[in-house]
């Protein structure tokens, strides 16, 4: 194939130019990086962020329109950059992706040019930055003048610009705080994940309970030799239930009785007890090569400890199920007379005066007898224009997915 | 495995094998046609009848494990081959398919699943299987497109006619594409509610936004007319990018400490 060559910078620019563009960009950006030896970048709270942004769009889009037949500016609003930028933001992902998103060494080569740390460096946002530009004005010239058959493209673009630049300037915005309560306590301050020091919220949360259900016990045959869980015949995590049947290599065992909560009795016997104070107990049929023997074992908890079977060179365990979910029962108020009473669960957050509550964790060691929750306050005044742009983005895809059938049709 | 998976495994891959035998007879004799269809859509029913099953047996949708997730490819992706058939007249694909689907039924068989039923906290909700599943359907696009697109590197390399390849593995990867949005911001809706946030770069969201980019530049690729021949080999390859955010991240250094790896059994 005979291709007359452009030369560079030849009108016009294509894809050549574009990768220039784009590997400069990316080296100017880690340059920035260096230099700043390695902080990232601090931007404007609201209004001076939504400010910005306007008028970013506002130029982003004039420009386009006033400058339509420019050959630079289509140049600056075409695929070839396009495709060059996105290539740049996957290359930054791509070492996101691959290098641990936490703290590094001070001075670390990682840390110098902020790989640790990349969605927040100069290099992405720089990215990004051109990204939504070249964006714009692809935007700009669909938009105006507008036509029906423009409108999945619209969708995308304007869904994809909308939902990126808001998440990004509005991420100074983004307050999210763990508050830690104690039951019969209210807490009014959080805090964040990087710092000791307490914020002071605008409302205060007060912990009438906290309560955590668990999956049923297990039953699991540990030796102590190799500190090893040994897995059944059935390659079945063993739920202990009445009835419940398990085998290993040589060892059978049926669970005759089990209580859920129980208090060791005075001869061997367990007595079954209320929810607060018992944990669970099963009474197991061993069948080994010796003659078959029946055990009482248990979990323990924290005022009990475990009983096991002890089979020789084995032991036969029961260990507390795992969390099947858990709650805090709280009241929340402002000083300004709102209160609200709640139950926070994992998925099932609740919003109060433009904040949300998440059920975020406990006190792990206590299990569910945790006198603690943490409870996960988050403001997020840009959440809405972000979602505006998801949904924009959803139903640009169904019109492209309904095309895609379509068109599919013909080609067939 | 409570259920006998080994046997509805084998079961399938029986259908799978008869069928495509048949299929391979029906050339000669079109009277085969129809027990051939029958034959290699009954190895998914079968394979689908074992996941129903197995999800009354859990109490929860299967769709935990990197095991469990592949019970699902392996019944969908055969379908996908008949799809391309009915719409393209491309009859090739559907063997690969259902080599591709036997495949994951025997990694399944040499590294049996456990069978628990437990479902962490931030798994149950309504969120869950529409995430997984459009993210599953949106892989089993894509990996036919891939499929395709290596088909048509091939026959390009060899110099063969080669009719439609190129819009099917187009429209493939159109689709699936639409599934990987769909997948993305659902997942993104989703951790909002679970975990606070729609977007915290964990490896895992990473990886699936580098997917999506890698489709992104793919259609606008298209778009610009580039060549076809290079069209074809970024499809073919985009697959290995869609294979490390499907199990890969999992060995990530990047992945110790991500919330949603899938659970290791
Ligand atoms: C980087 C800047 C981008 C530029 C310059 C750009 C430009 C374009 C252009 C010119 C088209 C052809 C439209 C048509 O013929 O109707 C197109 C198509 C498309 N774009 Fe973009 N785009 C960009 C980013 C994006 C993003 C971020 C998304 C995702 C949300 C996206 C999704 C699409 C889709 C789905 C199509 C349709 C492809 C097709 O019809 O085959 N684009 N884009």
Known sequence: MVVVRRRWFQAPWDFKESILFAAVALIAGFAIQYAASGSGITLPRLPFNAIALTLFAVMTLGAGLAFRNNPLVKWLGGIPLGLCLIFAIAVLSLVGGIVPQEAAAAGSLSAQFGLNQIFSSWPFALSVLLFLGNLGLSLSWRLIPFKVQNLQFILFHAGFWIALSCAIFGSSDLQRLIVPIEIGKANNFGYTMQSDTPQPLPFSIFLHDFSLEEYPPQLLLYDPHSDKLLMNRAQAIIEVQKGTTATWKGIEVLVLD???????GTDGVPVAADRSTGVPYAKVRITTAAAPREVWISTGGPKIKPDAADLGNLYLIMVPGTPKSFRSAVTVQDGKGNDTMANLEVNKPVSFMGWKLYQMGYDEKAGRWSKLSLVEVIHDPWLPAVYLGFFMIMAGNILFFWNGIKRSKVAS | MILDFNTAAIVAIACWATGSLLHLFALRTPALKLPAVVMTLGGSAVMAGFIAIY?????????????ETRLWYAALIPLVGFLVESRWEIRWLKYYCMALAAFFLG???????????????????????????????????????????????????????????????????????????????????????????????????????????AYLGYLHAFRYKIENRKLQWYLALAFVVLLVCWFGVNYLPSAQNSVHTYQQS
Do not use: C
């Not at chain 2, 999800?55 to 990197?66: V, Y």
């Not at chain 2, 990694?107 to 529409?130: E, G, Y």
């Not at chain 2, 395709?148 to 190129?166: C, F, I, M, Q």
């Open chain 1, 258 to 264: 089990y209580i859920p909560y129980a208090t060791p």
């Open chain 2, 107 to 213: 990694i399944n068989m040499l590294h049996p699943d456990v069978f628990d039923k437990t479902l962490m906290p931030a798994l149950q909700s309504p969120w869950f299987i529409p995430h997984v599943v459009v993210y599953l359907v949106g892989y089993v696009l894509l990996a036919a497109s891939s499929l395709t697109a290596l088909h048509n590197v091939y026959l390009e390399l060899r110099s063969k006619k080669n009719e439609n390849g190129a819009s099917v593995s187009h429209y493939l990867a159109l689709l699936g594409f639409v599934f990987l949005t769909f997948g993305l911001i659902f997942g993104a809706l989703w951790a909002k509610e679970a975990w606070g946030h729609y977007w915290t770069w964990d490896p895992k969201e990473t990886w699936a936004f580098l997917s999506w980019l």
């Open chain 2, 55 to 67: 999800w009354s047996a859990l109490g929860r949708p299967p769709l935990r494990t990197l095991g």
